[in-house]
């Protein structure tokens, strides 16, 4: 008994060191219902041009620091970071749309598109930009020949020309809607050689070093042809884990951090405050469509009746998401099939009656395979587990470290079912959605459906653009209906932004853009 | 001589086994560097092409084969995920590792050796009891959770530390110096409980013993029995425990770096494994492997020269 009594005191004593910073100081955006609006800004305040940032990233930036490698295979953490390096002939702004960026102006005449150099536009390393590095940009994208800097949307491109010293017209097999999107790919110098470690782009911030684990620091490019960066230097700094940057949080070594958990974004010292946005991404409950019995539509509409997704928003975020109901996040709103959202609403009687109908009264036994470093997906699927048991499934989870779960059940597509996120590479509805047809190389879900087949072709060759998003949502339609997967949510990025900094802006891609970050007086 | 030339021999047929096994064990577990590299998006195609630029798709003698004959001529190859070759990857991060487990080495001895031999004469008493029990808990803890504890008591409440802001010793020795401190403190303070208690143990055994009572006898004084006759007699096993220990350190170390997110070779060990990096991954084993067995030799070799009852 007295040891029991020490025992709790002990741990008393430890939850009063460790809480001690605790209380709900998150500035803007605490307390919102879901789904919350995306805060950008900060409190108002005086703004300062110059200064100097650390930016906390969690996770390590991988091999090649070349925007076309990373179009291909970079993590997400290197788009985040090089999107403030990088240009493309266009670029996207928070609302979605498309800006002429390295262009100043561009025509789009059927497949045929005209753009024209921005005038005085230059490289970090001092060389103007020209038409020949614009011609050679889009066709080392559009070499399938080299694996790495193959980006599969270029595979349409016919003709890239230079027809005067300020205009580069690109021709494509056929009218595609979709294809200006791609072309926010970078332009970068035809004549350096080193892009993978040194890389030159027009952005706002021009590449100053990276340390492999380490840091990667970014300077001001005083002569950016638009609005320039108001902070002289950024500092990304790389960390070994969640837990690591969040000490590092606290003790006020990071300006600004994104996709923390709710615990910590509510924990921030006093002069920090958060906003909150979305994260871009399909989270759910891949389901391997070509095994048994998952393979009996009935089965997965079970297993979608069978999860309470409110339940898992009210764990990882206290009821903040954005929901969903089919591919595609809501990021992209002018496909985005909002009429899908609760298509499959929490009902562990119809989904008992469903299983029963499907020949299994008494559940089945389930795997679901995690990656054990995606720490929310591990918690959605411990949740899930418990939300299957309720209907009788037997569920288990396997959890696998991230190489592993690329081979295994990415590319493998040896698995029962996953948790993951699937995040938006462009603004494109064709990139979330292309990849469940049945025969695309990345559908590792290995769904099968004719008429979604038949469907995607007709939206490819749709000319008129209101047809195609019609055809986006009758896509989106059919893989709810046929519960391709449990369609769960788009999860809330928190992001942690030191008090005395403004203007961060979330994007519907996987970004940070730090061209808008500034200090205020005071 | 002979003995160093069988250790020399011992140390090469050992390199050999343990790279053979570790390039095996990368062939058996699932995942490939093409895999890893193309990510999410991978398509079959890309992986099929990229494994053959990368040369993953020859059977996995061959690639070992090739392997060694380039290591055995000094070039550790290139690492997959970082493109830099793995001297230069590794260069400064051996250095970083290497000051961690040896600032950690000197704070244990510094911490241990006084306290145990200060305390070692006194087997009752306040201080006897205060000892045992400090030194219980220390023991106790783990380096991972003493880095997390120390980075929010130093770091986060009273400031004096910035965690994560690691200064590379290219920039500022001293700052460099000063961050270690930490990390160092963290694998120190454990190992210095355990020598601490080594060195009281092995003081009471011998002080039992028949040379103590006849030198005390004798009448010498029992502080100048300790110092001059049971301290020679207990140098053996402190040598060969301190050997033990620096080799644990390597470890402690992995886990300590990623905790003060330290760029040592510890994360990147963990992270070679994680995107299956294999030239790097080899190249720390062996400088790991051979590192351990020279510690060996070198205790031993220490051993023999402050006992000489003891033969190589």
């Known amino acids: 008994m007295k040891r029991y009594s020490l025992f709790v005191l002990a741990l008393f004593a430890l939850t009063v060191v460790l809480g001690g910073c605790s209380g709900d100081r998150g500035g803007l955006g605490s307390n919102n219902p879901a789904p919350p609006a995306p805060s950008n800004a900060g409190p108002p305040g005086t703004l300062i041009h110059g200064g100097e940032i650390v930016v906390g990233i969690a996770q390590d930036l991988g091999s090649s620091l070349d925007p076309h490698q990373m179009v291909a295979a970079g993590t997400a953490g290197q788009r985040e970071v090089l999107f403030n390096v990088f240009e493309g002939l266009v670029r996207p702004t928070p609302d979605g749309e498309l800006i002429p960026a390295v262009a100043e102006d561009f025509t789009i005449d059927g497949a045929v598109y005209t753009f024209t150099l921005r005038e005085g536009i230059r490289f970090h390393n001092g060389d103007p930009v020209t038409v020949a590095d614009i011609v050679y940009s889009i066709n080392r994208s559009a070499d399938a020949t080299s694996v790495t800097t193959f980006v599969s949307a270029f595979s349409v491109v016919t003709r890239v020309e230079a027809l005067d010293e300020r205009t580069v017209q690109i021709e494509i097999e056929a009218p595609d809607h979709e294809f200006l999107a791609f072309l926010t790919i970078a332009i970068i110098p035809a004549g350096h050689d080193d892009h993978a470690h040194s890389p030159v782009g027009t952005g706002p911030f021009r590449f100053v070093s990276h340390a492999p684990q380490e840091s990667l620091v970014l300077e001001r490019f005083e002569e950016y042809w638009g609005t320039p960066a108001y902070l002289d230097r950024v500092t990304f700094r790389i960390f070994g884990s969640g837990e690591a940057l969040a000490m590092a949080l606290h003790a006020g070594a990071v300006d600004l951090a994104g996709l923390l958990t709710i615990d910590v974004a509510r924990n921030l010292p006093a002069d920090f405050y958060y906003v909150m946005g979305p994260l871009n991404i399909v989270q759910a409950l891949y389901l391997n469509n070509a095994v048994p019995p998952l393979d009996d539509v009935r089965v997965r509409q079970a297993l979608s009746y069978a999860v309470n997704i409110q339940q898992i928003m009210d764990i990882l975020a206290d009821g903040m998401g954005y929901p969903i109901g089919s591919g595609v996040h809501p990021g992209l709103a002018w496909v985005f099939h909002e009429g899908l959202v609760g298509y499959y609403p929490h009902d562990p009687d119809r989904a008992r009656a469903l299983l029963t109908e499907a020949g299994l009264p008494n559940g089945f036994d389930l795997v679901i395979t995690v990656p054990s470093n995606y720490v929310p997906h591990v918690i959605t699927a411990e949740i899930i587990v418990e939300q299957l048991r309720a209907v009788g499934v037997n569920a288990s989870i396997d959890l696998v470290e991230w190489a592993t779960w690329l081979a295994e059940v990415n590319s493998g597509r040896r698995f029962e079912a996953t948790v993951i996120g699937i995040a938006a590479r462009d603004l494109t509805a064709r990139s979330m959605l292309e990849r469940w047809v049945s025969d695309n190389g990345r559908n590792m879900i290995n769904f099968n459906s004719a008429e979604y087949d038949a469907v995607f072709a007709a939206a490819q060759a749709a000319t008129d653009r209101a047809e195609q998003v019609r055809l986006y949502r009758e896509l989106q339609e059919i893989l709810a209906r046929e519960a391709a997967s449990v369609y769960l949510q788009d999860r809330v990025n928190f992001v942690a932004i030191n008090g005395q900094l403004r203007g961060f802006q979330f994007y519907p891609l996987y970004v940070m853009d730090l061209a808008t970050v500034h200090f205020v007086e005071g | ?312």
Not at chain 2, 152 to 173: I, L, Q, W
Not at chain 2, 181 to 198: D, E, N, T
Not at chain 2, 230 to 258: K, R
């Open chain 2, 1 to 312: 001589m002979r003995y160093i030339l069988r250790k020399l021999i011992t140390l090469l047929v050992t390199l050999f086994l343990i790279s053979l096994l570790a390039f095996l064990a990368f062939a058996i577990i699932p995942g490939d560097p093409a895999v890893t590299l193309l990510g999410v998006n991978a398509t079959p195609e890309a992986i099929l092409a990229l494994r053959q630029e990368m040369g993953l798709d020859r059977p996995v003698f061959v690639r070992y084969v090739e392997w060694l004959g380039d290591m055995i001529f000094g070039d550790m190859g290139r690492s997959f995920a970082h493109g830099h070759s793995v001297r230069e990857l590794l260069g400064d991060r051996l250095i970083v590792t290497g000051s961690l487990m040896g600032l950690s080495f000197v704070m244990m001895l510094g911490i241990a050796l006084p306290v145990g031999l200060l305390t070692a004469g006194r087997q009752r008493g306040i201080v006897h009891w205060m000892v045992t029990i400090i030194n219980q808990m220390m023991m106790a803890v783990p380096p991972l959770f003493l880095g997390l504890m120390l980075t929010f008591v130093f770091g986060a409440v009273f400031r004096v530390f910035t965690p994560s802001a690691f200064v590379s010793f290219r920039e500022s020795v001293g700052g460099y110096l000063f961050y270690m401190l930490f990390p160092a403190l963290a694998i120190a303070l454990p190992k210095s409980a355990m020598m601490v208690r080594l060195i009281r143990s092995s003081v009471r055994e011998e002080m039992g013993k028949d040379y103590v009572r006849t030198a005390v006898s004798r009448g010498c004084a029992p502080r100048g029995v300790l110092y001059r006759h049971v301290l020679p007699n207990i140098a053996a096993p402190v040598i060969t425990f301190s050997a033990l220990t620096l080799i644990m350190m390597i470890t402690d170390s992995i886990v300590v770096e990623q905790v003060f997110s330290i760029p040592g070779a510890g994360r990147i060990l963990i992270s070679a494994i994680g995107t299956r990096d294999y030239p790097v991954v080899q190249a720390l084993v062996l400088v790991i492997a051979a590192l351990v067995m020279t510690l060996h030799a070198l205790a031993d070799v220490l051993c023999r020269l402050v006992d000489r009852r003891i033969t190589l």
